[in-house]
């Protein structure tokens, strides 16, 4: 069925993004099918989170292509990419809840306000997606600052996928949390991809969860993916950065420079 | 050399600035003037500027009107009743009820708006709108404009009414003014054009104040310090070009 990259469901050419004189994205390519869970691995500062930042619409390339379901997105015009955004739901990496609303409204919101949903069903459908990810319903009307880490990421993940989003993104979804809770959060991000059938890209610098997440593993340094192939082979890449980072080695292909 | 190196960069630092706030001030008017609109984000921004802002301006109005009683009493008592009447309609109506109600609303309100704002922006909460599909602008800059420009004209109103009566009691129970003739000449001072202008500068101020906020907040980065930061440039800027508009409105309306 898939052929060629008409298909693709995220299709990245080319990408570049500087910040003054940091060229932070060196020509990334990234291809995404349909269905398709990658993460994203790489270190502090190599690009991770400017790259889906770009994916997102927050940041404008300064050149390349990405394309969604075969359409560009690059300087697309502010009404059709929010067309395009409603696609998406995001699991941020500190949660990001409104703390003006209380939780029940925090993951009602993208139904309420960008759906229009009315209040009484937006809250039915909230409830439902908090039970999915685990969260007791009693919560509902409390305040996002009442609850502890793991229930704001519950919460943050309820509200990426209440609007049954096509393409969902994480942002270092496991940083953070406990070990244990840390794989419960992976477990709750696998079971809602697959429930809905969604894309997922995850960007982590943490392996563990990379491997329970994702089908496969790009990993980024310097601005390039420098290793893209299945979560299986990661341990035998023959790819001395790949090795390097996941083994957490000091020496190596890559040079952190820790003084400045 | 270097010293017109010196003057270029600031030259151009500030046109940066002023550039950036203009793009932000458009954005900001336009998504003000385009539906959809959140009346209920308007409605509970009016109540924190208009309602909740009324104990402060409202003691801010009633020192003044007193205080400007007795410097003119001292200053004019030769002029006589109207004169003292008429000084404190006219320095009350005119400057004094808009600039401290504006000044006291960009202390309160402006620095609310950077700290709440620029926190959700350090946060990514407004990243996470952005994901929602629903526009920062529109959700968190928009209401806040409108009601800040609907509500200070409100505000200043009752601050003239306040500081007219606080100028009242001093000269009538302090001077022994008589009540009715000072009611009469107070009406009388009462120009529609003075008292018009400073309602127009109200709702100015509250463009101002808001746009400050909203401004500092949005574009605020580097955690709590940033946040701490992007209150002060809000509370600072608005102050200074609150009494830089005040000028130039009074030069158009008066100057002439």
Do not use: C
Request: hydrophobic share 50%; net charge neutral; glycine share 10%.
């Amino acid at each position: 069925m898939t052929t060629d990259t008409d298909t693709a469901k995220i299709e990245v050419r080319d990408l570049h993004k500087s910040f003054g004189p940091k060229h932070v994205l060196r020509g990334v390519n990234l291809t995404m099918a349909p269905g398709e869970s990658l993460a994203v691995i790489g270190g502090s500062g190599t690009g991770k989170s400017v790259l889906i930042k770009n994916l997102i619409g927050l940041m404008e390339p300064d050149s390349g292509s990405i394309r969604i379901d075969g359409e560009e997105v690059v300087h697309m015009a502010s009404h059709e990419r929010e067309r395009v955004t409603r696609k998406f739901g995001m699991l941020f990496q500190g949660a990001a809840l409104f703390d003006s609303l209380t939780v029940w409204e925090n993951v009602a919101f993208g139904l309420m306000e960008s759906q229009g949903m009315n209040r009484r069903e937006a809250r039915k459908l909230s409830l439902e997606a908090m039970i999915q990810v685990g969260l007791d319903t009693d919560i509902a009307d409390r305040s996002p600052a009442e609850l502890s880490g793991g229930m704001q990421k519950r919460a943050g993940l309820a509200r990426a996928i209440a609007t049954r989003p096509e393409i969902l993104f994480f942002d270092e979804p496991t940083t953070g949390l406990d070990p244990i809770m840390g794989s419960v959060i992976d477990d709750l991000i696998v079971r809602s991809v697959r429930e809905l059938g969604a894309t997922a890209l995850t960007i982590t610098h943490d392996m563990a969860s990379a491997r329970r997440i994702a089908d496969n593993v790009a990993m980024i340094y310097e601005g390039r993916i420098v290793w893209h192939g299945p979560v299986a082979d990661i341990d035998h890449s023959g790819n001395e950065m790949l090795d390097q980072f996941i083994h957490g080695r000091p020496d190596g292909p890559i040079q952190l420079r820790v003084a400045s | 050399m270097r010293f017109l190196r010196a003057i270029g960069r600031g030259t151009i630092a500030t046109f940066a600035v002023i550039g950036r706030i203009s793009v932000f001030a458009g954005n900001g008017l336009y998504h003000s003037v385009r539906p959809p609109w959140y009346p209920r984000l308007i409605l509970r921004q009016m109540v924190e500027i208009g309602y909740y802002s009324l104990p402060v301006v409202g003691l801010t109005a009633i020192f003044t009107g007193m205080v400007l009683a007795l410097q003119s009493f001292s200053g004019f008592a030769f002029a006589g009743e109207a004169a003292i009447a008429n000084v404190i309609v006219w320095g009350i109506t005119r400057e004094l009820g808009p600039v401290l109600a504006g000044l006291m609303v960009a202390g309160r309100i402006g620095a609310a708006m950077a700290a709440e704002i620029g926190t959700m922006r350090v946060t990514e909460q407004i990243d996470a709108l952005t994901t929602l599909s629903t526009n920062p602008f529109k959700y968190l800059v928009a209401p806040r404009l409108i009601a800040a420009v609907a509500m200070l004209p409100l505000l200043v109103l009752v601050a003239d009414v306040i500081g007219v009566l606080g100028g009242f009691i001093v000269s009538v129970l302090d001077f022994g003014f008589n009540p009715t003739t000072y009611l009469k000449s107070t009406w009388d001072s009462l120009d529609t054009q003075g008292f018009v202008s400073g309602l127009v500068k109200a709702a100015v101020f509250g463009f101002i104040v808001a746009l400050m906020g909203t401004y500092h907040g949005y574009n605020s980065k580097g955690g709590a310090q940033g946040v701490g930061q992007a209150t002060t440039n809000a509370v600072v800027s608005a102050s200074i070009l609150l009494l830089l508009f005040n000028f130039i409105i009074t030069a158009l309306f008066f100057a002439a």
